[in-house]
C-alpha cells in the first residue's frame, strides 16, 4: 500500500518587477513572529516590563535572531563558501559571472538564533536594567511557537527534508527527488507547538515566579527534541557524512547542558 505523499509547492507566491519574491517562508516567518509577540506582550508589558522598554526589548530580539540565525549558519554549515564571499553573508543577492541575483536568505541557523536572542537581551541589559531571568522565561514560551512556523516555513519551501523512509510511507519533494522521506519540518512543527502549550501551561501555573525554571525546561524540551530528530534527516552539508553526530546535533548538546543546570537549580531552589 502506497500511503506517501507528492509534495512540489512552488515556494515563490508572486514575484515583482522580477527582482523581489514574496516566498511562504517569509509570510509563516513573519505570522510566527507578530504571533509570538502578541502573546510575550500580554505576559510582559505592566508585570514585568513597561510597554515602551517592551517595544524596544522586541526590536533588539528580532535584529539579534535574524543576524544570528544567518551568521550561525554561514559559520556552521557553509563557512568556506561565506569566507571567499562574505558580502553574500549580510546582503540577499548572489553574485556570479558579473551578474547580480536576488536569493533571499537562503539559509539560517536555529542555534544562531537562540544565540543571537541571548545576546541581544544582554545587550540591551546594559543601559536598561531588567530581570534577564524573568524576561527569558516568557521569551522562552512564545519561542517554540514561532519555530514552528519556521518550520512550516521549511515545509513549504522544500528544504531540510528528512531522510528516505525507505518504505512507501513519506513524503515525496518533487524538487528534490522522487524518494519517499521524512517529513522532519512537520515532525520538528508539531513537536514545537506541544512544547509551547506546555511552557504556556506552567506560566499559567506561576512557574515564572522562580526565575530560570521556564527557560531552562525550553532548552531541554526544545533541544532534545531537535537532537532526536535529526538522526532523520539528512545532512545539509557533504562534511557532515563524515561525522558521528552532525552539526545540528552537536551544537544542540550545551543547549541541553545549560537547560539542565537551570532546571535542577531552579526546580529544587522552589
Not at 44 to 68: A, D, W
Not at 92 to 109: H, M, N, T
Not at 126 to 145: E, F, G, K, Y
Not at 211 to 226: A, K, Q
Request: glycine residues 8%.
Amino acid at each position: 500500500m502506497n500511503i506517501s505523499i507528492i509534495w512540489n509547492l512552488n515556494p515563490e507566491i508572486i514575484k515583482i518587477f522580477n527582482l523581489l519574491s514574496i516566498r511562504y517562508y517569509g509570510i509563516l516567518f513573519v505570522i510566527g513572529l507578530l504571533l509570538g509577540y502578541q502573546i510575550l506582550k500580554s505576559i510582559c508589558v505592566n508585570s514585568i516590563i513597561t510597554e515602551h522598554k517592551f517595544e524596544t526589548l522586541v526590536l533588539y530580539i528580532i535584529i539579534g535572531i535574524i543576524l544570528g540565525a544567518r551568521i550561525g549558519h554561514c559559520l556552521f554549515y557553509e563557512f568556506k563558501y561565506y569566507l571567499k564571499n562574505p558580502i553574500e553573508i549580510i546582503l540577499p543577492v548572489k553574485f556570479k559571472k558579473g551578474e547580480i541575483k536576488f536569493i533571499g536568505f537562503q539559509g539560517l541557523a536555529s542555534h544562531g538564533g537562540a544565540l543571537g536572542i541571548l545576546l541581544s537581551i544582554f545587550i540591551y541589559n546594559i543601559n536598561n536594567r531588567i530581570n534577564i531571568l524573568s524576561i527569558l522565561d516568557r521569551i522562552s514560551i512564545v519561542t517554540p511557537l514561532t519555530c514552528s512556523f519556521i518550520r512550516l516555513g521549511n515545509f513549504a519551501n522544500s528544504e531540510i527534508i528528512g531522510k528516505p523512509t525507505n518504505s512507501n510511507y513519506g513524503i515525496i519533494f518533487k524538487r528534490i527527488d522522487l524518494i519517499p522521506r521524512h517529513p522532519t519540518q512537520i515532525y520538528e512543527a508539531i513537536a514545537y507547538f506541544i512544547i509551547f502549550i506546555i511552557l504556556y501551561f506552567l506560566y499559567k501555573k506561576n512557574f515564572t515566579q522562580n526565575h530560570g525554571f521556564i527557560f531552562g525546561t525550553l532548552l531541554i524540551f526544545l533541544f532534545s527534541i531537535r537532537f532526536i530528530i535529526e538522526f532523520f534527516k539528512a545532512n545539509q552539508t557533504d562534511f557532515e557524512s563524515k561525522l558521528t553526530i552532525n552539526i545540528g546535533q552537536i551544537l544542540s548538546i550545551p543547549f541541553i547542558i545549560t537547560g539542565i543546570i537551570f532546571f535542577y537549580k531552579k526546580y529544587y531552589n522552589k
